[in-house]
């Protein structure tokens, strides 16, 4: 089996066998503690009904119109800093869902809005993360000669490092300002911040959603917005890699196997009979033209050179014979007996050549 269907293979096991494991642990964290929440839930729903003599169908509608007015305590999320937040978080796929559209005219434009605008935003992220990728590569081969390394080659592994390292910047530094600005705890700032560069976008917190934000603090829905840009574009970068170091792998495979099936492919051609001559051709056909019945001569002598404008002949020879010996036979398929002569004669002529050439010696 090739190396590319093990990895795939392998891929598609490792994947499913993560999700088991993930929804084993989800399981033994929160399964008890929901059912505790749940429990209290339902016992204060129950005091306050019986409070308030609240009837059951009053309670649901009280608690339909608390969360249906939600977003908009919240402040106005449809005027221009609120629609420009809601977009981003549309076309980067985050998705917090604190805002959706709510009239028909809306909700159509948001599906043909995100059908062009997410294909552009991936574009977009992957090219700048390929600029950034190769911006820290320039860097690192400079950094490497001021400390005059003698291999001044960046690795693939040298700019995960680095996009590793800039990606903990991003959700470290981001999480501090959010800690001030949203007056959560720093774990919760931080897996905002990782839930949010991460688009998975749950939407259990969002920012810009207290204190009016969105209209009276310009300065911190400028830093929101240019947070969530920046740290798609560091993360983009760094899947960038992990994506065409896995490419990279395939690629390297497929130039193998295909050396290796050339390879084996040369290799059956010769054992079929090719030959290959004292100066490293191969001499094909061998067994294809029977008249053929060994390999061609390599005797260098140009006394087999025929008159310009005739065909060329080689000279063979049978198993245990001398091929200068031998008549020649003609390559071409024609069997005209005036080349058969020019044949014969140029026989002649080498046989002499060489018997003068033994008494000189």
Known sequence: MK????????????????LLVGAAV?????????????????????????KCNISSKE?????????????????????????????????????????TPQTDSGKIFCMWYALVGIPLCLIMFQSVGERLNTFVTFLLKQIKKCFRRKNCEVSQTNLIMVACILSCLF???????????????????FYYCFITLT????GDYVALQSNNALQDNPQYVTFSLIFILFGLTVISAAMNLLVLRFLTMNTEDEQRDELEAAAAAQTAVRLEGDVITSNGN???????????????????????NLRKNKNRYTVTRLPGKISHLLPMHSVSSGKDDNFMSDVESNSVLHFQHINSKRASV
């Not at 590319?4 to 994947?15: A, F, G, M």
């Not at 989800?26 to 019986?50: C, G, H, P, Y």
């Open 3 to 18: 190396k590319q269907n093990v990895r795939t293979l392998s891929l598609i096991v490792c994947t499913f066998t993560y």
């Open 26 to 50: 989800f399981d033994a964290l929160e399964s008890q503690n929901e059912s505790d929440v749940r429990r209290e839930l339902n016992s204060d729903e129950m005091k306050l009904r019986t």
């Open 59 to 99: 309670y649901e509608d009280l608690r339909t119109i608390i969360w249906k007015v939600q977003p908009y305590k919240n402040g106005r999320q449809w005027k221009f800093a609120g629609a420009f937040y809601f977009s981003l978080t549309v076309i980067t796929t985050i998705g917090y869902g604190h805002s």
């Open 171 to 189: 959700l470290t530094v981001g999480a501090v300002v959010f800690t001030y600005y949203e007056d959560w705890s720093y774990l919760d700032a």
């Open 199 to 202: 688009t998975i976008g749950f």
């Open 282 to 304: 191969v001499v094909s056909g061998a067994q294809e033209n029977p008249e053929l019945n060994d390999v061609t001569s390599v005797c260098s002598c140009s006394c087999y």
